[in-house]
């Protein structure tokens, strides 16, 4: 049962197609995995087609006859065949890794926490966190915004349980420090567009090293 | 008024955008809503007359719905789908071509781009149209989502995955009353669009054509951040009451 959904803020910016690639990574697999937002997800879709509605512009004379030419050389595509699922990575991260968690080329970040950084725009960065049962994750903040999808187990921080499937959204007010509950290690996806900023001064100063 | 995801039935769009409201819309509280019911247990002299007026009210739903401004393109892209119709296509070009590449223009494509990227947007409607479904959104909806995609390419925007589909399992028709009832809420949402003040949808507009964060939308009118956001909130707020 996921009890930490997207917001609308987000959820538009998804819609619009105004992410950075970072946040939509989080967005998509959240989706993939919560009906919820994917049905709040269609109304922000049809809010954008009934904005596209309302606005004509003129096209070129021979628009139609060019489109025309075009269709009469190609076939119509199938729909394409759905690929094998994962269990635990929904289908944009098994895309985005190029495999399932068995690709994943982990780094050891310190207190048996480990992460691989996704390829993504640098707009933002994406991560995956791989934190073992009852281990914590140095206590920080934000300086802009940061998204946490947990994938597998679950983490606590000060105000709330984060299980499969919930993403916590943290911004600039948001000061914690999660730590993965008993069970199975907890593998997260997140997503932040600014440096985090740590407490404690051994983390501050690896910092530039692990690119978080 | 329902879609079955995952074998739960979710109304559609009504629900969409407020989740105070979606437990009650899943129970099936709300199903009074639903303007085309026919009641199962009326006595036989009532029921005939509502049944007449059920047939009545189907009909000036179609006629509604066949006028030129809110023709059934859901049923266009059917006959493109089917029977590879060009008088079908042509006519959902002539009314979306248009409106696509003033999209893409509002983006900041110029106007030969824009007009390429149409073009490209036009072909793809055509060659998936057996992938819409007029169950799940509106033509206008999924052209939407094309014209968006195309427009993310072609000024090489952030990539932007698509989730996962859901397991829809063996394809069955698409469920006619599904099909309408979007439809009627598609036509109810784009109404409130346009009766939103000047000041609102003109936030929301700028928030899914220009491309821009709350904060550069501020840096670009000048105003402040607070304003842009309670200004997209009542925004997002009339367009669910006029859904409710």
Known sequence: MITHHLNDNLLMAYSA?????????????????????RARLAGFDALGGALMEDDEADLAEDSLANVMARIKSGAATAKPAPKPRDPV???????????????????????????????TSDKASARLLHIPAGAAVPDHGHQGLELTLVLQGAFRDEEARFARGDV????????????????????CLAATDA???????LPRLAQPFLRI | MNCRIKGKNISYLCIFFDPAVRQYRMSGMFDSFQP??????????????????????????????SSDKDKDWGAALRRVADAQDRDAFAELFGHFGPRVKAYLMK?????????????????????????????????????????????????????????ED????????????????????????ANALRELPEAQRSMIERAYFNDLSHSEIADATGLPLGTIKSRIRLALERLRHSLS
């Open chain 1, 195 to 201: 440096p985090l900023k740590f407490r404690a001064i």
């Open chain 2, 36 to 65: 085309l019911t026919v009641p199962r247990h009326a006595p036989a002299l009532p029921h005939m007359m509502r049944q007449k007026r059920f047939a009545w009210a189907v009909r000036q739903g179609l006629k509604r719905v």
């Open chain 2, 107 to 163: 983006s900041g494509a110029d106007a030969a781009s824009a007009e390429e990227c149409t073009q490209d947007v036009m072909v793809t409607v055509w060659r998936k149209a057996g992938q819409f479904n007029p169950a799940r959104a509106s033509a206008a909806t999924w052209i939407f989502t094309i014209a968006r995609n195309r427009r993310i390419d072609m000024l090489r925007r952030d990539n932007r995955p698509d989730p």
């Open chain 1, 89 to 119: 990575l929904p289908s944009p991260l098994v895309d985005a890794i190029g495999g399932g968690l068995d690709a994943v080329q982990w780094r050891p970040v310190g207190g048996g926490v480990r992460q691989a950084i996704l390829r």
């Open chain 2, 166 to 189: 859901l397991p829809w399992g063996p394809e069955a028709e698409p469920d006619q009353e599904d099909a309408l009832s979007l439809q009627q809420e598609t036509e109810k949402l």
């Open chain 1, 168 to 187: 916590e959204i943290a911004t600039q007010d948001t000061q914690h420090t999660p730590i993965a509950e008993p069970g199975a290690d907890c593998i």
């Open chain 1, 17 to 37: 197609g105004s992410l950075p690639e970072a946040f939509n990574l989080v967005v998509a697999t959240h989706i993939s995995v919560c009906d919820d937002c």
